[in-house]
């Protein structure tokens, strides 16, 4: 009985040794993931040049050191759609979610769909976030085994400085110590994370919310700033080839405020000093994972969800199908790649639906059937790939534009188009779109559209955001002003 039971060890011994190694080499496979999300952030950047004074000095050592991704674009330009099709790794077209909806979706989505955090958390990693990852949702424990919600927050302000029209609309300078932003606390518990001692590897999701509305940052940001703030190039006669459908998707009350009130200018620098400040925030992350035990074996990736208008085309905020609200800042680092050259651009038009795969394919996870995209890690390695597929954004059922390196093609529901070709005009001032002699490409990439549309998901929606195909029927009833009695002068 001794000499079965010394065998049962021993087989129960080697089986444990066995799993363990296995399950060594599995991690040794799978790096460590450090994930920046930025909320709203256009090509304002040193490394993407969009704005001649920005100052970003951290995003712009990362790009160095990285791939910069140079033609990068987001899915959808708004916070609910992008985030949902990157993080459930499903295009809106194919989903049915183009709009924004409320935060009760995500139990509905996380029972359809297999979030990113979560397919890691499944396969071995220990996930951990804070910030502003979805769009709404936060701490779900099929998803992470850490999040951040205890955030704290005020604002201190100094009477007659900034530009407020609201407390959203809100372009001011703060005097409060940094400790009590909530993007500072986001990256303190990024930097917490980095410095502990990981048994497992790890997926930390850094959500950094400026520069989202209220244009808010403390004050030594915009002191940097020059006296004078550049405005970007805008044409005033920039409408007049422009479909009624993307006339329809600006936010012209916006621009007609901020023109009469004469606060363009504060407004951009707000902006500029709020980006500053979201580069700090990176840049405390990015010095923490350096100095950690974890430098040589992790990938980072940052990205914004959308980009953002700041006046072109008479346009503020984003939820467009042009460059300025579809272009996004894309990253990706690898520091275990020792030999690659510093500096390296990937200029052809890629989408951010590549993300979820891309992940996946670096913690060498199987992805779901249904999920969109293709895997970038092989142009990371050699830039000069090129991913065959365009990038395509939607904004409403039928709204799509596709980018190519040198082109954007757009198409409205109601059939309308626009195309601009990037090579001579960059701006996209001269839609081509009738234009005999660019009839012939504008077949061309009017191919990759989308060849079938999931519909609408009209569950949770927000009404206020639905474009495209079916918008008549989410439109606000308009408000009955009451007529003033008229008072009797005899």
Not at 224 to 250: F, H, N, Q, V, Y
Not at 320 to 328: D, F, I, K, P, Q
Not at 355 to 362: N, P, R
Not at 392 to 421: H, M
Request: proline share 5%.
């Amino acid at each position: 009985m001794k000499k079965h039971t010394n065998s049962f060890l021993l087989f129960f011994f080697g089986l444990f040794i066995t799993t363990g190694v296995v399950q060594a080499q599995k991690n040794k496979k799978q790096p460590n993931i450090v994930f920046i999300a930025i909320d709203d952030m256009n090509d304002w950047t040193g490394f993407l040049g969009g704005h001649p004074q920005a100052i970003t000095p951290n995003l712009d050592k990362l790009a160095e050191k990285g791939v910069n991704f140079t033609n990068a674009h987001c899915s959808a330009p708004g916070c609910s759609p992008s985030r949902n099709a990157l993080l459930y790794g499903i295009e809106p077209f194919n989903s049915g979610l183009y709009p924004f909806y409320e935060h009760e979706i995500h139990n509905d989505l996380m029972n359809k769909y297999t979030s990113l955090p979560r397919l890691l958390k499944e396969n071995g990693y220990a996930t951990y976030g804070a910030g502003k990852i979805h769009h709404g949702l936060k701490d779900d424990r099929r998803e992470w085994t850490g999040y951040l919600t205890d955030l704290n927050t005020r604002k201190v302000f100094e009477e007659g400085e900034g530009y407020k029209v609201n407390k959203k609309m809100s372009f001011r300078p703060t005097h409060n110590p940094m400790s009590e932003h909530v993007d500072y606390q986001v990256a303190s518990y990024g930097v917490d994370i980095l410095e502990k001692k990981h048994k497992k590897p790890f997926f930390l999701a850094v959500g950094i919310v400026k520069p989202h509305l209220p244009f808010d940052a403390p004050k030594q940001f915009f002191d940097a700033l020059p006296e004078e703030i550049l405005a970007p190039e805008i044409l005033e006669t920039d409408l007049s080839d422009i479909p009624r459908e993307g006339k329809s998707m600006r936010k012209a009350g916006d621009d007609r405020r901020f023109r009469n009130d004469d606060a363009w200018e504060d407004v951009r620098r707000a902006y500029l000093a709020c980006i500053s400040w979201a580069d700090y925030n990176i840049g405390r992350v990015i010095t923490a994972l350096e100095e950690s035990d974890y430098a040589d074996n992790t990938v980072v990736i940052v990205w914004s969800d959308h980009g953002f208008h700041l006046g072109e085309k008479m346009s503020f905020k984003k939820f467009t199908l042009w460059e300025e609200a579809t272009r996004v800042p894309f990253i990706i680092y690898d520091t275990r790649d020792k030999k690659v050259k510093y500096g390296r651009t990937y200029d052809e038009a890629i989408s951010l639906i590549n993300v979820y795969k891309t992940v996946a394919d670096y913690a060498n996870v199987k992805t779901p059937d249904y999920v969109d995209g293709a895997s970038l890690k092989g142009i990371v390695k050699q830039p000069s790939k090129i991913l065959d597929e365009p990038a395509i954004t939607s904004w409403g059922k039928g709204n799509y534009a596709v980018r190519t390196k040198d082109y954007r093609y757009i198409r409205y529901y109601d059939g309308t188009e626009e195309l601009y070709f990037h090579t001579n005009d960059h701006n996209e001032w001269t839609n081509l779109a009738k234009d005999a002699s660019y009839q012939e490409k504008k077949a061309e990439l009017s191919k990759y559209l989308p060849k079938g549309e999931a519909p609408l998901v009209k569950e949770y929606i927000v009404k206020w955001s639905v474009q495209g195909e079916g918008q008549e029927e989410f439109k606000e009833a308009p408000v009955k002003k009451k007529k003033k009695k008229k008072k009797n002068l005899k």
